[in-house]
């Protein structure tokens, strides 16, 4: 089994496709324990029956012990991604130990003191808040920086989106923020 370099694929992929791809080209066969999908049939081409979607969901306690809480969940398709705050009056760019180490974080943290980051750079990084809810469309805007949740043209999206994530949540017995309800 051999991937030809420079093969793209232009599928909905995860991070959990990449071990058993790689069991699969060592020879092996991944077990029932490893979670996601080997990558090789959409390098042959056999697309049948690949994922429309997927869901994206951040849990603080158990990744990453220096954040508070979950922050958000996200669903996405070939074409849109949808986005769940569960902490909308938290920024994106929180202060913490971890991150403020790093040289780029300070860096900008100290262009924000100075007035001298892009907008978008301080819309997306230093807003106070973050919206509920945001939409984009993976297509036309593969940077996220048009939040369309607000937008009316794009209301049966939004619509849904949000009936995604809220069965996804159903089914798995998901409460959402640390067990509270999630109505939306």
Known sequence: RRIEPGTRIKDLVICQD??????QLAGGKPGPQIQG??????FAGK???WRKSFLVEYWAENAMPWLVGMTYKCVRTERYKYIRNFYPQRPHLQPNAYKDAKEVVQ???DLHAQGKLPALAEKLL???TRPEEELYNAQADPHETRNLAADPKFKKTLVQMRERLN???EQTNDRGRQGEPTAM
Do not use: D, E, N, Q
């Open 18 to 23: 990449i071990a058993p791809t790689l069991i």
């Open 37 to 42: 999908r080997s990558l090789l049939p959409l």
């Open 47 to 49: 697309r049948a029956g």
């Open 107 to 109: 860096r900008l943290r």
């Open 126 to 128: 230093f807003a106070p």
């Open 167 to 169: 069965r996804w949540m």
